[in-house]
């Protein structure tokens, strides 16, 4: 008998578009679990022993992405620990290192639901992400030169991805400028 697969949604969007904050309106709504890989990574270099957390803190300060064999690893940790079975899988994958990596060690584990995209132009997301910063988000990567480097990132390397999931017809994009619970109730429509 084949185990069940894990459900996932994969969530993207640019930096501070907002992705943590509807994550976690769509566990409390319909019941998945939200796991960021930013938010593992950020676990994972705060452990004191953890090899990798200089490794991930200079890619999280120059807006570069941590290799896949260690996101992945976390992810999938996650999954297991969670004993749960729908995920929404927020800031990942961001390159094609990142797609070939989960694909290959992930791919046959799980079922790609959709991807949902939230689209924000760089000027609010960069605003949004500044003004956490200022109100003491502790993040090392809330400040404009960050912030810079995580853009072009995200251009150069995400936005490749997520096309190469819409000529899938996977990727259903919400516009993420307006507020958050107008968002939600469009968000809420893919769920339901
Ligand atoms: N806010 C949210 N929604 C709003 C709205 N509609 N109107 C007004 N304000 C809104 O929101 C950001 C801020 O905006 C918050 O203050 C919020 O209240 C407000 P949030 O929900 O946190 O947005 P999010 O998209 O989650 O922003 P985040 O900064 O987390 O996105 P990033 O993609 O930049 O960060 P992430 O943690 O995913 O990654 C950080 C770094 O980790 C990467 O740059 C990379 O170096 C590394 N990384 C990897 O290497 N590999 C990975 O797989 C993942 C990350
Ligand atoms: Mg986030």
């Not at 994550?23 to 319909?30: H, L, W």
């Not at 996101?71 to 999954?79: F, G, S």
């Not at 404009?144 to 853009?151: G, M, T």
Request: charged share 30%; glycine share 10%; with cysteine.
């Amino acid at each position: 008998v084949m185990a069940a697969k894990y459900n996932v949604v994969f969530v993207l969007g640019g930096p501070g578009a907002g992705k943590g904050t509807q994550c976690a309106k769509i566990v409390e709504k319909f019941g998945y679990v939200h796991l960021s890989a930013g938010d593992l990574l950020r676990e994972e270099r705060a452990k004191s022993g953890s090899e990798y957390g200089e490794l991930i803190d200079g890619h999280i300060k120059n807006g570069t992405i941590v290799p896949v064999e260690i996101t992945c690893r976390l992810l999938e940790r996650a999954m297991k620990n969670s004993e749960k079975n729908d995920f929404l899988i927020d800031g990942f994958p961001r390159n094609k290192n990142n797609y070939e990596g989960w694909n290959k060690e992930m791919g046959d584990k799980t079922d790609l639901k959709f991807v949902l995209f939230f689209t924000c132009p760089l000027e609010v997301c960069t605003q949004r992400c500044l003004d956490r910063g200022a109100a003491g988000s502790g993040r090392t990567d809330d400040n404009i030169e960050s912030l810079k480097k995580r853009f072009d990132t995200y251009m150069n390397a995400t936005m490749p991805i997520i096309e190469h999931y819409e000529s899938k017809g996977l990727v259903r994009t919400i516009d993420a400028t307006r507020d958050v619970d107008e968002i939600f109730d469009e968000v809420s429509k893919l769920f339901a």
